[in-house]
């Protein structure tokens, strides 16, 4: 019985600590998603590039802050593709190439909501 009930509470200390950052990261990447689709892509498209770069900057040094605690509960790939798509975002704002950069920008957008979807806690991506 004892060895149950010491189970037991190891898996809530995990399910817990899980709930938690699941409401941290939801909370950080659509921040970020707001971010990219209000403030830098009508940026990019008024060709505003100077502050399109300064605001993507933001978002580039909170996400490589949010990774880091990240690595622990999501899956290395998903994030590192990420990684990229920010890598070549940053270039292309960079560049002033509107196409590409809006959209990378985009493509990022929808790696941030997939990685977030395909990680959460539910019934249906933990069996």
Request: aromatic share 14%; charged share 25%; net charge negative.
């Amino acid at each position: 019985m004892r060895n149950f009930i010491v189970s037991l509470i190891c898996l809530g200390v995990l399910v817990g600590a899980w709930c938690v950052f699941d409401n941290y990261s939801d909370t950080r990447l659509q921040g970020y998603i707001d971010q990219i689709e209000t403030t830098i892509i009508p940026e990019i498209e008024a060709k505003n590039w100077d502050d399109a770069y300064a605001h993507f900057e933001e978002v580039s040094d909170s996400w490589h802050k949010y990774k880091k605690t990240a690595a622990f509960f999501l899956d290395t790939d998903a994030i590192n593709e990420a990684d990229y798509s920010i890598a070549k975002s940053k270039y292309y704002i960079k560049a002033k190439d509107d196409s590409n950069s809006t959209g990378e920008l985009a493509c990022l957008q929808e790696q941030m909501t997939f990685l977030h979807y395909n990680e959460s806690l539910s019934a249906g991506n933990i069996f």
